[in-house]
């Protein structure tokens, strides 16, 4: 087993992006990723794509063939292969990419994710996420995405005194992080007024609580890391990368505050890292749902067990506080084109450990930290990036 | 005859609308309809309730309320003008629903508001051969009324089921008596939304001729009088037909009361006089006697007289009550009415 | 859902009927042939649950999943059945009256329907324990 390094990154804006097809998205940050990395297109053994529903958005499978092709890679023939795991499909991308060139198996592989979900009217969106849920014990019972989180809000504030206005604060925080960051589907400042005052989903999840429809892609170029030198100045290091499975349904998980599968994936990332959770300096982890981001950084062991509702309020996890959560604007600000979230996450990592990341560049940053879930906490895949190997 | 009714039980959903509140949409005079009619609101169900349901949850409480095994049911019958389908039973999800299925046989019957009791009969003659050991007869109705008609007052929601059998029986079915010809007062064609009706031709012609020439051949064929009975129900399209229906027949108003549901719920048309029955069962005592004449446009009657037999007492708390079920309704408006039998078309 | 995807259910959707580990005496809704916790060691068998139990969290979903649109604003529930486990389902009352801890039991309900042509979802809701 070797160390791997990332090398390059590239990333589409995210957004509703009507003249881009799903193609052309991945091929986009594909480019952009390989440009970064300096690599020549024929050094590529393997390409990994991370997608959650290219069959119910865009009615097309077999998108390994379809990224090769399209990417001029077919005629090379090097292996591309499509992994699902509804929205931590591309944190498994991510991760069969590292374990590829980790394992010695391939030297230089792309990992990407992608998503196209504005093709189809919003009722099939909404139906093709409900995907990630258990189709025949919750969604028969008209079990919503937000319907599911709104559950494990609601039970967060009766079990820790939560308010609607610290989970607006989460929404608030990441709206003010997505004014900084060029590629963010939205780039515009809100107050706790705006979220608390806007329409009811599913409560006491309002509009502004959910993250948006989006579409983009994301990509980073893996190569192991006694080589990453050759490609560039400054190779940031994987120094974890881990995945853990949970109950699919909310109904059997054993604490439904508690994503179980995060603390696993967590505890595992840690101990390969040879860290704790007070030495991760920023983190990009998965607000689908303000009340997601409050649950992630408990369980990832940032703030203790009923205590995420204070962190967005405080300023605990603003970007010049004590552990900056979400630089990006995180789901609900850059965007979630589902399959391209958990690689845009490790993007993010690169460019704030590089100090790339402009307006909302965290000072000191050395270890972060990525964390991404596929439905209402089936998987949990966690990465930890660093500056030294 | 051996047979007799082993249980009971009744389903009522909870929302009701008053004859004010659609008077006033379509500018009647409230008073006079409810004069006329002698009905002050009707129940309407819920937007995820139906006439399988309905059925569903008045089996339910049949079982229940006398611990009867589902797997000794050898035949089950829901009676409507209102099923979910046009084609498929609702006979056989009420069966899957209450856990008598396999082994047994099921049918759906329409007959207006008399399929219920055409049902009663049915089990009756496969009790009394022996074939089957239980039966289940089930009227139940998610009545339409047409916008601004009449029957929009009196259209109502409802389900009752009676559990048919030899053994452990709440009240004996002395006899039976029919009278059916081919009058055709009430009608609704397939793929039609709102039935028809011949406005007074409904009355004389249809109600009443078959009421009391059913009610009469029974009271001839058993030698009995009215004043035999203790209690008396008749089909209930509104209280002013039944309350008529008694006094021409001898029948007086104490005798009509307990089961004289109508005022409070609607026409809950194949669980009508079905309803007015449990009613009168939730109050009976050992001994007391009971007349019953049903109604269905088309059109025909189906008289009975039962005899309450003690074992009432033991297994009465068993299910809720008819009263129970009426208790705390929750008011509606027009709008929410409409919406609620998917009057607005989306 | 598919005619045979939602028939194959059906008897456990309209009965709440489950599955009973014999070797670790797991209640388990929805049911589940390989116990969770004994996996090939387990010994399941058909169970049908009582029909009574607690809201342990709920929400009211004002954008309702496809087959639901019609129903808002309604009430999505976890429940927990008196036999142990948990499941979701709607529950039926006044939106001032849920609560979590509230006491409730099971009713037959429409669960929706295809389209207008097509076929009808019946299935297992909760009601107030009160009612």
Redesign the interface.
Known sequence: MRDVAIIGVGCTEFGELWDKSFRELFVEAGVSAIEDANVQGGKIDALYVGNMSGGRFIEQEHLGALIADYSGLASLHIPSTRVEAACASGGLALRQGIIAVASGYHDIVIAGGAEKMTDVGVETTTDALAAASDREWEGIMGATFPGLYAMIARLHMHKYGTTQEQLAAVAVKNHHNGTMNPKAQFQNEITIDTVINSVMVADPLRVFDCSPISDGASAVVIAPADIAKKYTDTPIYVKASTQASGTISLHDRPDITTIDATIAAANRAYKMAKVTAKDINFAEVHDCFTIAEICAIEDLGFVKKGEGGKAAESGLTAIGGKIPVNPSGGLKACGHPVGATGVKQAVEMVLQLRGEAGKRQIDGANIGLTHNVGGSGGTAVVHIFGRDK | MSVGIVSYGAYIPRYRIRVEEIAKVWGANPNSIIDGLMVYEKSVPDLDEDTITIAVEAARHAINRAGIDPQEIGALYTGSESHPYAVKPSSTVVAEAVGATPNLTVADFEFACKAGTAAIQTCMGLVEAGMIKLGVAIGADVAQGAPGDALEYTAAAGGVAYVIGKNNLVANIESTYSFTTDTPDFWRREGMPYPEHGGRFTGEPGYFKHVTSAAQGLLKKMGTKPSDYNYAIFHQPNGKFPTRAAKMLGFNSEQIKPGLVVTRLGNTYSGSCMMGLAATLDIAKAGDRIFMTSFGSGAGSDSFSFTVTDRIEEIRNGAPSVEKLMANPIYIDYATYARHKNKIKL | ?SVP??WR???N???LIGTHCNKCGSYLY?PRNMCPKCRRNGMTTPF?FKGFGEV????????????????TP?I???IKLEEGP?????V?C?HSQIR?GMKVKA??????EESEKGM????T?FVPMED
């Not at chain 3, 009713?107 to 929706?112: D, P, Q, T």
Request: aromatic content about 16%; cysteine-free; proline content about 2%.
């Open positions: 859902m995807r939602f259910r059906l008897k959707i309209y009965n929805p049908k342990v969290t709920y929400t009211i979903v004002h954008t309702g999943a496809k087959d639901y649109t019609k129903l309604y999505l529930a976890i948990r499941l979701t389902s709607q039926i006044d979590i009713a037959f309900r429409k669960l929706g009808i979802y019946y299935g809701k």
